[in-house]
């Protein structure tokens, strides 16, 4: 009887990745007072302009109800503001206010520092062949691939 090859465990190895490559910004981040999700909010919304909170979701990879939690502390905090959609007033827009831009503004150019003192320490070459493959695995039909057929579950106990 043959032993089914057992893949090495993808997932896993993308959190060690970001594990070991977010270690490098959590001290800016700490520093300014902020958490990785709330960085990331911030810089979505600098970067994409005021987003309903379904959209922030998705591009910050936060689920709904964390992000309710952590966009009342950022409201709290003064970063960012939640306003009535003008042209429809059941949506909700989450903007940065002025303190959410300057705290960008602060930690941007140190954010952006320690991505060349990475890229020094592990080279270009490498950085741009993991966004390349990034790129590919994320535009990869993921969406299109079957679930495995699960066998039902045994009730004897």
């Known amino acids: 009887m043959s032993t089914p090859?057992?893949?090495?465990?993808?997932?896993?190895?993308?959190l060690k990745a970001r594990d070991?490559?977010?270690?490098?910004?959590?001290?800016?981040?700490?520093?300014?007072?902020l958490?990785?999700?709330?960085?990331?909010?911030?810089?979505?919304?600098?970067?994409?302009?005021?987003?309903?909170?379904n959209q922030l979701c998705d591009a910050?990879?936060?689920?709904s109800p964390s992000m309710v939690g952590v966009l009342n502390r950022m409201q709290m905090q003064e970063l960012?503001?939640?306003?009535?959609?003008?042209?429809?007033?059941?949506?909700?827009?989450?903007?940065?206010?002025?303190?959410?831009?300057?705290?960008?503004d602060r930690i941007a150019p140190l954010?952006?520092?320690?991505?060349?003192?990475?890229e020094a320490a592990i080279g270009r070459d490498l950085i741009d062949q993991t966004y390349a493959q990034i790129d590919r695995l994320l535009s990869a039909p993921l969406?299109?691939?079957?679930?495995?057929?699960?066998p039902p579950l045994d009730?004897?106990?």
């Open 5 to 14: 090859k057992i893949h090495r465990n993808l997932p896993q190895l993308l």
């Open 20 to 33: 070991a490559l977010l270690g490098h910004f959590r001290g800016i981040l700490t520093h300014y007072g």
């Open 35 to 53: 958490t990785e999700q709330q960085w990331r909010i911030v810089r979505s919304l600098r970067e994409q302009g005021p987003l309903e909170p």
């Open 60 to 63: 910050c990879q936060i689920l």
């Open 80 to 104: 960012v503001v939640r306003e009535r959609a003008p042209h429809d007033q059941r949506r909700i827009i989450i903007s940065l206010t002025p303190q959410g831009e300057a705290v960008y």
């Open 111 to 118: 954010v952006e520092a320690q991505y060349q003192l990475i």
């Open 143 to 150: 969406d299109r691939v079957p679930a495995v057929e699960l």
């Open 155 to 157: 009730t004897e106990d």
